[in-house]
């Protein structure tokens, strides 16, 4: 494989840790302080957007008149250090994968600049693709994965994606990269490889056999 294009939150910590509800809680505050919008109503909201738009964000912005950076500065304003911690072991296997290894997070470059250094984690990867490569336009629809795959100037056949949404892998697919999910899944056809946390994907990767397959 040419290229390993992974996901941030929740893909290179584990969902287990407090780091994701800090940002949920932030979202919450946002909404209702920034704007303006009643709590009981809130929550409906953020499942709407979520499910038209791929992001609470775009929503607000679209019928809220939200700014996407004062969103991302705020929502990803919390204390990463507090629950996350240096993961020496996860770099070095990291690093030994040929090839190049980059972010692409629907989250902002700040917030995984931040996430990567307190793992340890900043120089094993090449390039951060935050959400601003493609416009604000998110994972699953194909533009940022279109752009990043023009950005490292190869197919998606020569790359491997690692997240822990299943639907963002099946636009993966669609791009003919292969696919590892973190995490539990449902059997999603488009799903090559399911593991449970992001330090089994090194030994996993040497012995896949739709490695064997294209590298022939």
Not at 107 to 116: P, Q, T, Y
Not at 157 to 164: A, G, I, L, P
Request: charged residues 25%.
């Amino acid at each position: 494989m040419d290229a390993f294009i992974f996901d941030l939150d929740n893909t290179l910590y584990p969902a287990s840790t407090s780091l994701f509800p800090l940002i949920d809680a932030r979202i919450n505050q946002y909404m209702h302080e920034r704007a303006g919008i009643p709590e009981d109503r809130v929550d409906e909201l953020r499942r709407r957007y979520w499910k038209d738009y791929g992001l609470t964000m775009v929503g607000l912005a679209r019928h809220h008149g939200v700014d996407p950076e004062d969103y991302l500065d705020y929502v990803h304003d919390v204390d990463v250090a507090s629950v996350l911690q240096p993961q020496p072991e996860l770099a070095q296997a990291l690093s030994a994968l040929p090839g190049v290894k980059v972010v692409l997070t629907n989250g902002s470059l700040n917030h995984a600049l931040r996430v990567l250094e307190v793992l340890g984690l900043r120089d094993v990867f090449t390039e951060i693709f935050d959400v601003r490569l493609a416009a604000y336009r998110p994972k699953p629809y194909p533009e940022p994965y279109r752009e990043t795959l023009h950005r490292l100037g190869v197919p998606g056949s020569r790359c491997v994606m690692v997240e822990d949404m299943a639907l963002n892998l099946k636009t993966a697919k669609e791009f003919g990269m292969a696919t590892v999910l973190i995490g539990p899944g449902n059997g999603e056809e488009y799903v090559d490889v399911r593991i449970d946390e992001v330090g089994l994907f090194p030994d996993v990767y040497a012995r896949l056999e739709w490695k064997k397959k294209r590298a022939g």
